[in-house]
């Protein structure tokens, strides 16, 4: 449903928060502890979908080395390679998921927040992360 509407030029957000994680045990569905990551799941439906690009949202204008120290530096694109060998550097429960999401969809990504999004689109803001297929 989700290529159908794509492909009918309709813009489709998908893979919101939420729902119950479950598993399957002797035919029935049990509800189990575990977290459902919305930027991972954006990342394979972008991939199924072989989407030119993937958006990610977050809190903040783009990834940063360093983040919240006085030597911050603000990455506006980073190849793959780049980005694998930042991750330990990441935040993991705030913007390494994002990167890792980054590398998982395997295209172009830009991650960067609300506010300063049409100025990333524009190229002029957020981080890029060129991927193994672009």
């Given at each position: 449903?989700?290529?159908?509407?794509?492909?009918n030029g309709a813009v489709a957000i998908a893979c919101g928060?939420?729902?119950?994680?479950?598993?399957?045990?002797?035919?029935?569905?049990?509800?189990?502890?575990?977290?459902?990551?919305?930027?991972?799941?954006?990342?394979?439906?972008?991939?199924?979908?072989?989407?030119?690009?993937?958006?990610?949202?977050?809190?903040?204008?783009?990834?940063?080395?360093?983040?919240?120290?006085?030597?911050?530096?603000?990455?506006?694109?980073?190849?793959?390679?780049?980005?694998?060998?930042?991750?330990?550097?990441?935040?993991?429960?705030?913007?390494?998921?994002?990167?890792?999401?980054?590398?998982?969809?395997?295209?172009?990504?830009?991650?960067?927040?609300?506010?300063?999004?049409?100025?990333?689109?524009?190229?002029?803001?957020?981080?890029?992360?060129?991927?193994?297929?672009?």
């Open positions: 449903m989700i290529r159908r509407l794509v492909e928060g939420g729902g119950i994680p479950v598993v399957r045990r002797g035919g029935r569905l049990s509800g189990v502890d575990a977290v459902i990551d919305k930027d991972r799941a954006s990342a394979l439906l972008a991939r199924g979908l072989r989407a030119e690009r993937l958006l990610v949202l977050t809190e903040v204008p783009a990834v940063y080395r360093n983040f919240g120290r006085s030597d911050e530096e603000e990455l506006r694109e980073l190849t793959t390679t780049e980005a694998e060998s930042l991750l330990p550097e990441l935040a993991e429960g705030s913007i390494r998921p994002k990167v890792e999401s980054a590398l998982a969809f395997g295209g172009e990504t830009l991650i960067t927040n609300f506010d300063a999004l049409e100025s990333a689109l524009a190229g002029h803001g957020g981080t890029r992360i060129r991927g193994r297929m672009g």
